[in-house]
């Protein structure tokens, strides 16, 4: 029974030959990376799919000047409620809410100070290996 933690015979963990090994480990290493980036900016009581929403919201308001709880909702299938729940709780950080002028029942956030946050843009940028190059 020694060595046996699922039942079966040997080392319950399979063999990976040396190159999907070290890809294993690298993706993982980058990931933590990355995770522990956004647990000191965001903390430790944030949940993924917070994080989705605020990074899939930052990624729209790079390119226009203002995004949709109902479109955020549509890329990331998160429910709006909670989006707006979310939007409302960071509100003063970085970010406002305004009743859409379209349709009263929607709100858009816009973004109020885009360089807030920056220093860990650039640190993500970093372990994700993207560069921008200097005009």
Known sequence: MEGRSDGRDGDARPELNAQAEELRYQTLVRLEEMLRILTERHGARVTVGELYAIYASMSRLCKKDQVSIAEIAEVTGLPKQNLSRWARKRIGESISLRVNDDDQRMHDVIM??????????????????IAVEDD
């Open 112 to 129: 109020m100070d885009a360089t807030r946050g920056q220093e860990n843009i650039e640190r993500l940028a970093k372990i994700l290996g």
